[in-house]
């Protein structure tokens, strides 16, 4: 049962546009929410998080926007470059000792030039 | 920054093999974790552990085992390889959540094993 449901597979956006990613969540027991990034032939590393108590964060040109009525949350990416072309995780995790993670099947984000 | 080493970056074995994927880290995380990467299918744990010789099972556990008896290592074993065994196998570590960290896991650069 796959618990956080990640949206589109596959993104293609021009330079210089907004890349959307989207993703649901099932367990209201989450509480902390990271995106990962990982370029081809490297493993993934946090790209920004956000806390359930927060709308909205922003990290230079990614930004997530969090709604938890609805339970789903989304990054951002403004001024999309050829060089943000990866894979995106979404994960939501819970505050456990064992700090397991929850992640979602991931998107490939082109950005063409 | 935090390192976490994987100890090969390509395998190459042959079916019915036992084969042994190590990883360290260097920053003194109590948690680690074993993931295999398949095209369109995510991130699935195989095995995580919480401290030394402890284990859990993940959500893909059938076919393998792990070991940790040392803090900054966590081998994962293919007792039997077969060739759906085939993928990309990530190590990472955290921290404990009681350590005031945030959940943060910290990868390695990955493992990409053939089983022929």
């Known amino acids: 049962q796959q618990q956080v449901k990640q949206s589109p597979q596959s993104l293609i956006v021009q330079k210089g546009g907004i890349s959307i990613i989207n993703c649901a969540y099932e367990n209201t027991a989450f509480d902390y929410f990271p995106w990962y990034q990982q370029f081809p032939g490297k493993g993934p590393a946090l790209l920004i998080a956000i806390r359930p108590d927060v709308s909205e964060k922003k990290e230079g040109r990614f930004t997530i926007s969090f709604n938890k009525s609805a339970k789903q949350f989304s990054l951002h990416i403004m001024d999309s470059q050829p060089g943000d072309s990866a894979t995106y995780f979404c994960?939501?995790?819970?505050?456990?000792?064992?700090?397991?993670?929850?992640f979602g099947d991931g998107t490939t984000l082109t950005v063409k030039p | 920054d935090v390192k976490v080493t994987q100890s090969s970056r390509y395998l190459v074995k042959r079916t019915g093999e036992k084969v042994f994927l190590e990883c360290v880290q260097d920053m003194d995380h109590e948690n680690m974790f074993w993931y295999r990467q398949d095209p369109g299918l995510g991130l699935r744990l195989i095995y995580f552990?919480?401290?030394?010789?402890?284990?859990e099972k993940g959500d893909i556990p059938e076919g393998y085992s792990v070991s940790r008896e040392k803090k900054e290592r966590f081998s994962l074993i293919l007792e039997s390889a077969s060739t759906n065994q085939t993928s990309m196998y990530l190590c990472?570590?955290?921290?404990?959540?009681?350590?005031?960290?945030?959940?943060?896991?910290?990868f390695g650069a990955g493992t990409r094993l053939s089983v022929l």
């Open positions: 552990s919480y401290d030394v010789k402890m284990k």
């Open positions: 994960a939501a995790t819970r505050n456990t000792n064992a700090g397991k993670s929850t």
């Open positions: 990472a570590s955290s921290l404990h959540a009681g350590r005031g960290a945030k959940n943060i896991q910290y």
